[in-house]
Nanobody, 125 residues
Framework: QVRLVESGGGLVQAGGSLRLSCAISKRPDSEYAMGWFRQAPGKEREFVASISWSGSSTFYADSVKGRFTISRDNAKNMVYLQMNSLKAEDTAVYYC??????????????????WGQGTQVTVSS
């Protein structure tokens, strides 16, 4: 079983930065690729970024490319999303998710097996 807990959300002005964290509780021998998704009110959940288990492969949605960076620290069982140059349209609940295929950088949420509860990010314009 895997438990994911996000933190780091909050209210920030447009142009500002936030770093989201995702703490992963899992069996020591299990390896997961990870992803970040977001959902704004009235909209479907959308892909933001993903990273393979090793960290060597990453993938970003076009809407965040060049502004957001996904990273991980496997020794600490943590995944991060550094968000810079935030825009009002980045406002959403952000979720981290775990994919049992450690080599994957999938963008389809159906590829992910475990989800956190989410953290709210609000960007004021």
């Amino acid at each position: 079983q895997v438990r994911l807990v996000e933190s780091g959300g909050g209210l920030v002005q447009a142009g500002g930065s936030l770093r989201l964290s995702c703490a992963i509780s899992k069996r020591p021998d299990s390896e997961y690729a990870m992803g970040w998704f977001r959902q704004a009110p009235g909209k479907e959940r959308e892909f933001v970024a993903s990273i393979s288990w090793s960290g060597s492969s990453t993938f970003y949605a076009d809407s965040v490319k060049g502004r957001f960076t996904i990273s991980r620290d496997n020794a600490k069982n943590m995944v991060y999303l550094q968000m810079n140059s935030l825009k009002a349209e980045d406002t959403a609940v952000y979720y981290c998710a775990a994919n049992m295929n450690p080599y994957s950088t999938a963008s389809n949420p159906t590829n992910y097996n475990y989800w956190g509860q989410g953290t709210q990010v609000t960007v004021s314009s």
